[in-house]
């Protein structure tokens, strides 16, 4: 199916989502904050990324198989993947920042994964380089092992979101004619009547939907949505706790409708609840809204890290059982993070409910950008909560590619695509999520409005907005009034805050203070607006401390510290060398102070601490230490050294015994 970048995109967007996301490329960003992020990952994460594909060997894979000779190169089956993921990234930042020579590269590129591709659609080079000698996750035939680590669709899946990416930022067909050619061979081969199976590695179902978003071909909706229907009804061993045997590792113990608990391997559960966002949106059925539902309350209150990072056990990159979060062995995949915020863009376009951009925000400021080093080319796959290298507890050192270098491909192909999740329109209403300095073009029934942003967050918590209506004309904005500004670190009890909230939001039109509700999350002002309107909103920006839910074992007796959207962390550099006896009571005073040439210029939290062991409030020294801490998506950028998010209320003096006699 050869499809022509003059065909018109059909209408299936009429049945999808009703809130609908300000797409990236309407968005200008003149920020200080994610703007730089944006422009280091265009500058050296994407050609650095397409410097390791070749010396890898992943771009070679494709080559061998297009001549059929050869071994497969490289370790994974998914390896095809990172190619496809950053050339999804450079699509995204192509659609932005005009670049005639990346431009060319990317022909170039495609053209090699064209010649890949077998005369059916087929692509997959880890079989099609010697299919008498496939690579030994992929099984003897084609799709025989897919229900467990083939990836044989998990790389389609990839391909498609690449296509759609690269189609819809260039114009150009030659990308998405492969995903379809090998789309269609997909719906030749699954199916009632046809092959059955449950993807081993979800991602392929958000892809087939982004093909139908652009061709409206029901195939391939109904596909996707066949793929989620399998869940559940392979044989597993049902008594076991091996989440491998049992199949919770594949989210496949039961049907997805039947499931109760973010389950498996996180970034795959991730994926996989996209999707059924997605499809519940398509086709309207309740019984997959209420399934992601129950899902979402699950984690929010039982499954995820102070700093937004899931998947807790690191045998199988796994969700463990409730409130199973230690600090010690953390997780915390970095891709997880990223499918989250996937996840939860989407729940809010169901819902229309702030609680998932406040988590969103969350995940995106803390356990998500704290993948990715400040110099855009070294990594964390995963996010550790504490690092101790005396006792070798954690990933201390960021690394600038690993033999299964999903992360750094990943964080790639979403940071262009960042200001898409700004702002969202519903008829005549805006919803502003993200606070970004920038403008926005926005289309409402109304007509075309444009909105300027100005702050300095999350630094600080004073927005200007600048309302700019084509002409004056009556509708809505939804401020989001984040989470952490109403005395609620998560939509959730699982972590609260030791003290509310002591000041109040305020907002101002024109100058004048206004009334205002907040109804699930937003502050709504409706009226009619004019161009030169100014809305003014002052976010209490309190430094605070958590307390964990007491079912966190790790976390009882602990505190975490936040302002803003941000949750901190002590490095030993900062610290004289050794954070063993911070503690922070509950009378512990700190003080932001912006620290320019640190970091790239971040807010730390100073203090000063008793120096020794105290217990409670009595402390046994009159000496002090000063304390700093900084923004935990930053650390690991300077020396190697021990690290912690969550700190003792008190540090008991040590237990000599008892002398002799007494």
Known sequence: MLFSASLVISNAQEKDYAIRAVPFTKVNLTDKFWQPKIETNRIVTIPSSFVRCESTGRVENFIKAANRTGMFGTKFPFDDTDIYKTLEGAAFSLAVYPDKKLDAYLDSLITIIGNAQEADGYLYTPRTIDPNKPHPWAGNRRWVLEHENSHELYNSGHLFEAAAAHYLA?????????????ADLLVQTFGPNKLHVAPGHEIVEMGLVRLYRITGKEEYLNLAKFFIDERGKRKYETNSQDPYKNGQYWQDAQPITAETEAVGHAVRAMYLYAAVADIAALTKDDKYLSAIDTIWSNMVNKKIYVQGGIGAIGNGERFGNNYELPNATAYNETCAAIGNVFWNQRMFQLHGDAKYVDLLEHILYNGLISGVGLD????????????????????????????????????ARFLPS????????NKNSVFVNLYISGSADIQLEQGDIKIIQQNNYPWDGGLIFNINPKSSSDFE?????????????????????????????????????????????????????????????????????????????????KVAIQRGPLIYCA?????????????????TQLKPVFAPDILNGVTLLKGDLPKGPFNGNKETSTEKNTFTAIPYYAWANRNKGDMKVWFPQEIKAPDLGKKNGE
């Open 170 to 182: 260039t114009g150009k067909s030659s990308l998405l004619n492969i995903a379809l050619k090998n």
């Open 376 to 411: 855009g080319k070294s990594f964390f796959y995963t996010n550790a909560m504490e690092i101790n290298l005396q006792h070798k507890h954690g990933e201390a050192n960021r690394s600038g590619w690993f033999e299964c270098s999903c992360c750094p491909t990943n964080l």
């Open 418 to 425: 960042l200001p898409g999740y700004m702002y969202a329109v």
């Open 477 to 557: 904005i939804k401020f989001r009034i984040p989470g952490w500004a109403r005395s609620q670190v998560m939509p959730s009890t699982l972590y609260t805050y030791t003290a509310p909230t002591q000041q109040d939001v305020h907002i101002k039109i024109n100058g004048k203070n206004v009334p205002f509700k907040i109804e699930k999350g937003y502050a709504t002002l409706a009226r009619t607006w004019k161009k030169g309107d100014q809305v003014e909103i002052a976010l209490p920006m309190e430094i605070k401390q958590i307390h964990a839910d007491n079912n966190v074992k790790d976390d009882i007796g």
């Open 571 to 587: 490095e030993a550099i900062d610290n004289g060398g050794s954070i063993e006896q911070i503690a922070i009571s509950p009378t």
